[in-house]
């Protein structure tokens, strides 16, 4: 399931790359633990970082931006071309 979902998220990142875009790839966040503050972590599989933009993948792309507003896409062209535009 981990290989597919990667595998999916390495189709967006191709297309990002084609359009200038560059995104990280990434099998696990890390918890970030700063004095004072937790923040565990949102995702336990693989997603795609685009600028302030996450992307997960099942059953089809999840966008989330870091201000809380989602979007959701069935096609790995769709959402590159959604986040493409969204990435400044």
Known sequence: MEEEQIQQLGWVQDRLAESGRRALLVRHLRLTLLQNR???????????????????????????????????????????????????
């Open 38 to 88: 937790y923040d565990p972590p949102e995702h336990g599989g693989p997603i795609l970082i685009a600028g302030s933009m996450k992307i997960s993948v099942d059953g089809g792309f999840h966008v989330e931006h870091d201000d809380g507003r989602t979007a959701d896409f069935l096609g790995a062209d769709e959402v590159a071309a959604y986040v493409a535009s969204s990435v400044s």
